[in-house]
């Protein structure tokens, strides 16, 4: 896959995310988001105001929902518009792609204080408690993306 450019920005992150959820077909039908979201709140008052649809939905709740393109929506291929939800529900397991890639930008990111939780979370439930395992896991993470664990201006002084 190559080296990554590592998210240092909420903008950088979603173009990881959105690679995640391309790669898994998460993705809503534009109808299907029209015909949920017509009738709650700003939506709502937005659509009575002349906004049309997703415009509507992307106004009132703003980075949330990015463009999937058109994807096949029926068994023959008819193609419809779809959106990805980037607040979706997932959890991003040790089978998912990508997973080294959230793990780094997971341990990079919290109260250091909460390191040790999130690291007995992960031993304990995806690794049966097999630290011999879950180590090398590690061992393989940091190696591959270390680097993007320092903040950012350290990593731009050794460029």
Same mark, same amino acid.
């Given at each position: 896959m190559g080296t990554p450019v590592f998210p240092d920005t909420f903008e950088d992150y979603k173009k990881v995310l959105l690679l995640f959820l391309g790669m898994k077909e998460?993705?809503?039908? #534009?109808?299907?988001?029209?015909?949920?979201?017509?009738?709650?709140?700003?939506?709502q008052?937005?659509?009575? #105001?002349g906004m049309t649809g997703m415009d509507a939905i992307t106004a009132a709740v703003p980075d949330t929902f990015i463009s999937a393109g058109n994807q096949a929506?029926? #068994?023959?291929?008819?193609q419809a518009p779809a959106w990805y939800y980037?607040?979706?529900?997932?959890?991003?397991?040790?089978?998912d792609p990508l997973f080294d890639l959230f793990l780094t930008y997971h341990l990079r990111s919290p109260d250091l204080l909460q390191l040790d939780d999130i690291l007995d979370y992960l031993l304990e439930n995806?690794?049966?408690?097999?630290?011999?395992?879950f180590s090398r896991v590690l061992t393989l993470t940091l190696r591959?993306?270390?680097?993007?664990?320092?903040?950012p201006a350290q990593?731009?002084?050794k460029e």
């Open positions: 998460y993705y809503h039908f #534009e109808d299907d988001l029209i015909e949920q979201f017509k009738n709650k709140g700003k939506v008052q937005l659509m009575a #105001e929506k029926t #068994e023959g291929g008819e980037l607040l979706y529900d997932y959890t991003i397991t040790p089978s995806y690794y049966d408690g097999k630290i011999i395992a591959k993306h270390g680097e993007w664990l320092q903040p990593r731009l002084l």
